[in-house]
């Protein structure tokens, strides 16, 4: 029932704020119901050890073979703790940030919310596109109607690029459906499909590209920039920290252990694609004068590394996703308050325009330093520890070794593929290294200029929300656990399943 629960909360209580006309009302609701939200994750995730508190079926549409199947492993309760935490960061975050028709605003977060939590937790392929979709479009209109001047045709070149995933994502669905043992949407269903491997092949990539755009990676990452360049704060942080998850969470439930021999084909593809995306977006990085672009491309290289760690099919490495996962939401989260915060009180984004803040606002460069040195993962930092698990998986995998014929005639062994993309990989880091200090020193350090000689003073609600960031950079890097046990048998299943490498032995 917990899962139920997570779900209704914020879909009854988004529909109820549409009729909250007042705006400290309506923030007040919609507070409260975030913070009632994680109430309930934390209960759950704490006083209930029986599987059957994480799992719910009802009769749904039954003439399809789809119910209404809800499931917790340890990868959706993370996720879900993820969720419920950062929407009261967010909510209290932007307690100062004036939006027009508030009940509209806070109604549509609360419904994309319901749509992440069912995401997370759905275990029917046919209710899994449903809360898909269900996320995708409060997103649209929040995006269209609160942002920048840009801000529609920015929000149509998001919808186009998501409509289409979601479209190859309902005809690769349907495809295994037709190959399930008696036509049956349900996940193990899906998990004992019986598929051919050229089939395989062309189902794999039309589920990769929807999940693809979603994270996104290189080259179906055009939407991201302009899309949190245009669109207001509130909305980005749950693009960035929460949304773009539900692309790297679907191809571990959703496409490793239902395709693992058409993965194993192309994984050297998938990488050598997400190792250009880390270089490219990281490049691209360190030219930005604009805080959004340049945050959205370390997004971008990020999810990179990740999508290059999950296919290199090692638990080490999935394990290591599965925590950087909730540790980048936490981070990007993060970033973005600091980015809301410059942007709201001093009516600029751009780097050239600032400097010398760290004389006069030090607590707000403290709190940037500590999150930014946590994003390009300095031990000790939540950053940390999944990376070097990252880094381990890709460096171990056998994921990538094969024999391979170029041009029909040129032939070459893989089998070093795993320190090649390892060492690529690495440059991102030590790129983001660069395009991070570098905005910390030409916006905090340097001369101050008249801009910035005012300072910016932080509100008791900022000082909160970034000190709950703080402490958990601080806690998770030095102790991460609690988090670790709890994805070790979600990263056993999903290794039993998408591991292909006994079968290919000769």
């Not at 669905?173 to 190959?179: H, K």
């Not at 009516?347 to 709190?367: D, E, M, N, R, W």
């Amino acid at each position: 029932m917990i899962a139920l629960i997570l779900i209704l909360i914020p879909l009854l209580t988004g529909i109820i704020s549409f009729s909250i006309q007042e705006d400290k009302k309506v923030r007040t609701w919609a507070y409260v119901s975030s913070v009632l939200t994680v109430g309930v994750a934390l209960f759950g995730l704490i006083s209930y050890t029986k599987e059957s508190a994480f799992d719910f079926k009802a009769e749904w549409m039954g003439s399809l073979g789809s119910s209404f199947h809800l499931k917790m492993d340890g990868l959706s309760k993370l996720m879900c703790l993820l969720t419920a935490v950062a929407y009261p960061l967010i909510f209290i975050s932007t307690l100062r940030t004036p939006y027009k028709n508030p009940n509209r605003y806070f109604g549509l977060m609360l419904l994309m919310q319901a749509g992440l939590f069912g995401v997370f937790v759905a275990a029917d392929a046919l209710l899994f596109y449903f809360f898909w979709e269900l996320a995708l479009i409060p997103a649209y209109f929040l995006c269209s109607t609160w942002g920048g001047e840009r801000r529609i045709a920015v929000t149509f070149k998001f919808f186009v690029y998501t409509f289409l995933g979601s479209v190859l994502m309902l005809i690769a669905l349907l495809s295994v459906y037709n190959n399930t043992p008696g036509h049956s949407f349900d996940i193990e269903s899906f998990y004992r499909a019986t598929i051919s491997g050229s089939n395989q092949n062309w189902i794999f990539w039309m589920m990769f590209v929807a999940f693809a755009i979603k994270m996104p990676i290189f080259p179906f990452h055009t939407w991201q920039p302009d899309t949190y360049e245009q669109t207001n704060t509130g909305t980005t942080m749950v693009l960035s920290g929460l949304m773009v998850k539900m692309g790297l969470f679907a191809v571990l439930r959703w496409l490793l252990p239902v395709m693992p021999f058409a993965t194993a084909n192309w994984t050297n593809a998938v990488a050598f694609l997400c190792v250009f995306g880390i270089i490219y977006a990281s490049l691209i990085a360190i030219q930005q004068d604009d805080l959004k672009r340049l945050v959205a491309y370390s997004s971008i290289a990020h999810i990179g590394l990740m999508c290059l760690t999950l296919f290199a099919v090692n638990r080490t490495g999935i394990q290591g996703v599965m925590l950087q996962m909730f540790n980048h939401g936490i981070n990007i989260i993060g970033l973005w308050i600091v980015v809301e915060i410059i942007e709201r009180n001093l009516g600029v984004k751009k780097i050239s325009q600032l400097g010398g803040l760290a004389t006069t606002s030090p607590a707000l460069a403290i709190f940037l330093t500590i999150i930014a040195l946590a994003n390009i993962a300095l031990p000790l930092t939540n950053g940390f520890p999944g990376e070097f698990l990252m880094f381990n998986g890709v460096f171990n995998s056998n994921a990538f070794d094969g024999d391979y014929t170029l041009f029909g005639s040129i032939k070459f062994n893989a089998s070093s593929f795993g320190i090649l993309f390892t060492v690529l990989a690495g440059l991102g880091i030590i790129l983001a290294a660069v395009y991070t200090l570098n905005m910390i020193r030409k916006v905090f350090y340097g001369d101050v200029n008249e801009l910035t000689a005012k300072g910016i003073s932080l509100g008791r609600n900022e000082k909160i929300v970034l000190s709950v960031i703080v402490v958990l950079i601080l806690v998770i890097g030095v102790y991460p656990k609690p988090l670790l046990d709890m994805t070790q048998s979600a990263a056993d299943f999903i290794m039993s399943r998408a591991d292909v490498s006994p079968f290919l032995k000769k």
